[in-house]
């Protein structure tokens, strides 16, 4: 989603002139589970034509999957925006009864990670106690892709980024199959809401575990966003700039693969190259 502006433009040579130009839109969105608040975050709202909250709903989803807070989407009834907030920009998760979820755990941990990530040696080990690495199960076909394959897909990203067309100022990330087909693409103001959102999809969707996707990401790769993948049982991430050093070591443990640099015709495969092939 943009919005319409009307900045001074300067050119070398030219000197300044008003143009109309179109920015992201840049919206808080409160997530409430039963009722009670657990987390704020600006995001992207869904462009216009879609149902009005349906990029909200994968975020929420995405979210509460990916920090743990639920262990399977099963666990959610539905998601509803909350018709008491003035601003609309509120959601309500009903969760199934006899769902237990540790709600003051949560908000402190958003609290720590909401401005520097999942900070702490203690935070990490958690995240890594709580999600299982990467197996592929007996009888299961091994999860191969091909390296034109794999080469591709930051470009099949970016032909859907139709609100960065507009406004170049959004991160987005993206589920394709082991062919390169994409499954869902998000865009988002923030690298791990646009995660979030494409987790949520495919969470309310009834697609996870992604065994046998690519998720691609449109800047650098960190340690958060290759946890969000462990957490939907991804176990390829792509990203078209750097990864952080926490970010190789986690996915090396988590028996994820890990490329980045993803920049035809070359890129660099950080963990568990086996599964790349050509």
């Known amino acids: 989603m943009w919005a319409a502006a009307r900045p001074v433009r300067w050119q070398a040579g030219a000197g300044p002139a008003a143009r109309d130009d179109r920015v992201a839109v840049e919206e808080p969105l409160e997530v409430r589970v039963g009722g009670e608040a657990v987390v704020v975050t600006m995001r992207t709202p869904g462009a216009v034509g879609e149902s009005l909250d349906q990029q909200d709903r994968e975020l929420a989803a995405g979210f509460l999957v990916t920090e743990g807070v639920v262990d399977e989407p099963g666990a959610i009834l539905r998601i509803d925006p909350c018709v008491k907030a003035e601003d609309g920009n509120v959601i309500n998760v009903h969760l ?14 958003v ?12 935070s990490i080990e958690s995240v890594r106690q709580r999600f ?16 034109s394959v794999l080469l591709s897909l930051p470009d099949r990203l970016r032909a859907a980024q139709d609100t960065f067309e507009q ?7 993206g589920l394709f199959d082991l062919a390169g087909e994409p499954i869902v693409v998000r865009e988002d103001v923030g690298r791990h809401n646009a995660v979030d959102k494409v987790i949520g999809f495919a969470a309310l969707g009834g697609l996870l575990p992604l065994r046998r996707a690519v998720l691609v990401v449109s800047g650098r790769v960190s340690f958060e966003i290759v946890h969000k993948a462990l957490a939907a049982g991804v176990p390829i991430v792509a990203a078209v700039s750097a990864p952080s ?15 980045g640099f993803v920049r035809p015709p070359r890129m660099n495969v950080y963990t568990r190259a086996d599964r790349v092939m050509g």
Do not use: M, N, W
């Open 111 to 122: 609290y720590v990670s909401s401005s520097c990530g999942v900070c702490g040696k203690a």
């Open 132 to 147: 299982e690495p990467i197996r592929e199960a007996e009888g299961e076909p091994r999860t191969r892709v091909e390296a």
């Open 245 to 259: 050093s926490l970010a190789v070591e986690f996915a090396q443990d988590s028996g994820q693969t890990l490329a």
């Open 96 to 109: 199934h009864d006899g769902v237990e979820v540790d709600l003051e755990r949560l908000r402190r941990h």
């Open 167 to 173: 406004t170049g100022g959004l991160h987005a990330a």
